[in-house]
């Protein structure tokens, strides 16, 4: 399956079709399915697909030429030997004649490992050969402080040479319930409050089993795919990850601020500042300013979470019971720790649901474009947004039967919320209601209400 990528698919399309040379930039942390999404392009196209490997630098252009070989269906690219990167490209260059050729070098990190001038070497190629050629040249790479650092940086020699490039980001929380056709949409929403919107985690996950055996067996046991994943990704990314663990367990436990952060550490607020800082700039960590500040460039009222719903379980379930795993007590961990904490998973991403819908969809609902949404800590109200045209929105997250769902309108906790709102935004929020229904292809059903009054 393919899935949740197709407005990517289209831009990658779109320049390979304009007729121009092209040199493309395509970068996200592991796992988030770069690798899927070019090989899907590469189909049916005039392409070399190339993954590096953390090699020599002869063993990678050898590995090269061979998909030169393969992907052209040159014999001749198979009897040269590339002294180096510059002499490689340029050959592919030539090769490829008047004809668009797709030329993708995946894992782009790797090779600079070994090559330390490779940036140097295809600026040079670019400068003189390939913006005059039909190549469509991609750099992909998991490592995304590298890739902006290395790459896309001022500093860097190929700064000025792309013509294009895209930060690969998680699958928005309704593409993630394709996943699972087979479960019911409770354990569709759970999933994704689990696992987040990265597509090899979901992709572990097995519909013909139960939810809560998939999360033993790739999650709760030494030997599943996602035991030590958040590390891999940590090592992958940084030099020394203990204090960076530590951070994000205090955010997952619910530490909001940077000085109860720095306290909860150990560490002074200026050390805890840049690991936030890092941290953010890698999206694992996010600042959010309440919606309803005045003056958010100022605000002081920042608060810190997890920015990824997998590090968010990872933290508060796995790494706490870490001997009861390794001692094969996965089971009980489920049903003492993880059991008990479901209902806060359901509801926490029922409200990444309802931001998603705000940010991507509202406008079609309300005639005016969401400028900016983020959440809002009531019983009830779970989210808030401005409009364009300077209305503002509340989102009500409901549950149960329309019964229910009626009380709920009705309640003094939640006019006291539309009244602070209402405070804080200076005029009356239109008022949405969101619950999680039971179509398949969507269950996030949403309607406009007036307080006192069936949806």
């Known amino acids: 399956m393919f899935i949740g990528r197709q407005r990517e698919l289209s831009a990658l399309e779109e320049l390979a079709d304009s007729g121009q040379p092209e040199l493309f930039v395509l970068y996200g942390r592991r796992r988030v399915g770069k690798t899927e999404l070019l090989q899907q392009f590469c189909q049916g196209r005039r392409g070399v697909y190339f993954l590096a490997a953390q090699v020599r630098e002869k063993d990678n252009l050898r590995a090269f030429r061979d998909a030169l070989k393969d992907g052209l269906g040159d014999d001749l690219a198979g009897?040269?030997?590339?002294?180096?990167?510059?002499?490689?490209?340029?050959?592919?260059?030539?090769?490829?004649?008047?004809?668009?050729?797709v030329l993708v070098l995946d894992e782009f990190p790797y090779l600079c490992e070994t090559s330390k001038g490779l940036p140097s070497q295809v600026q040079r190629f670019w400068d003189t050969r390939g913006k005059?050629?039909?190549?469509?040249?991609?750099?992909?790479?998991?490592?995304?402080?590298?890739?902006?650092?290395?790459?896309?940086?001022?500093?860097?020699?190929?700064?000025?040479?792309?013509?294009?490039?895209?930060?690969?980001?998680?699958?928005?929380?309704?593409?993630t319930l394709s996943f699972f056709p087979r479960w019911k949409v409770h354990d569709r929403v759970l999933a994704f409050g689990i696992l987040g919107g990265m597509p090899a985690y979901l992709r572990r996950f097995d519909d013909g089993r139960s939810l809560r055996e998939n999360i033993v067996r790739d999650i709760l046991r030494p030997e599943g795919y996602l035991f030590d994943e958040v590390q891999f990704l940590l090592k992958s990314e940084l030099t020394n990850p203990a204090t960076y663990n530590s951070i994000?367990?205090?955010?997952?436990?619910?530490?909001?601020?940077?000085?109860?952060?720095?306290?909860?550490?150990?560490?002074?607020?200026?050390?805890?500042?840049?690991?936030?800082?890092v941290l953010r700039?890698?999206?694992?960590?996010?600042?959010?300013?309440?919606v309803t500040d005045p003056d958010p460039l100022r605000s002081r009222r920042g608060t810190y979470r997890i920015a990824d719903r997998f590090l968010t379980f990872h933290f508060r379930h796995v790494q706490p019971h870490l001997s009861l795993i390794h001692a094969d007590r996965g089971a009980r961990v489920l049903e003492e720790f993880v059991e008990p904490d479901l209902p806060r998973i359901f509801n926490e991403a029922r409200t990444d649901f309802i931001l998603s819908h705000?940010?991507?969809?509202?406008?079609?609902?309300?005639?005016?474009?969401?400028?900016?949404?983020?959440?809002?800590?009531?019983?009830?109200?779970?989210a808030a947004a401005r409009l364009a045209g300077g209305g503002t929105v509340a989102a009500l997250a409901a549950s149960g039967t329309e019964i229910q769902r009626q009380k709920t309108l009705e309640s003094p906790v939640l006019a006291a919320e539309i009244a602070e709102l209402e405070r804080a935004?200076?005029?009356?929020?239109?008022?949405?209601?969101?619950?999680?229904?039971?179509?398949?292809?969507y269950p996030l059903e949403v309607e406009r209400v007036a307080l006192g009054l069936a949806p």
């Not at 700039?281 to 309440?290: A, D, G, N, S």
């Not at 959440?375 to 109200?381: D, N, P, V, Y």
């Not at 200076?426 to 292809?441: E, V």
């Open 79 to 101: 009897t040269v030997d590339f002294p180096d990167w510059h002499a490689a490209l340029s050959f592919a260059a030539e090769r490829a004649g008047d004809k668009r050729l």
């Open 132 to 175: 005059k050629s039909s190549l469509m040249l991609v750099l992909c790479g998991s490592q995304v402080s590298f890739m902006e650092r290395e790459v896309l940086a001022e500093r860097s020699p190929l700064f000025g040479r792309r013509t294009g490039q895209r930060r690969l980001e998680p699958l928005e929380p309704r593409d």
């Open 248 to 277: 994000l367990a205090s955010v997952a436990r619910g530490t909001e601020r940077v000085g109860d952060i720095a306290l909860d550490v150990g560490v002074d607020s200026t050390t805890a500042n840049k690991y936030l800082h």
């Open 281 to 290: 700039e890698l999206r694992l960590v996010e600042r959010e300013i309440p």
């Open 358 to 382: 705000l940010r991507r969809e509202a406008a079609d609902l309300l005639d005016s474009e969401v400028v900016e949404a983020g959440r809002f800590a009531g019983r009830h109200i779970c």
């Open 425 to 441: 935004f200076g005029s009356a929020p239109t008022i949405l209601s969101y619950h999680i229904g039971n179509r398949d292809d």
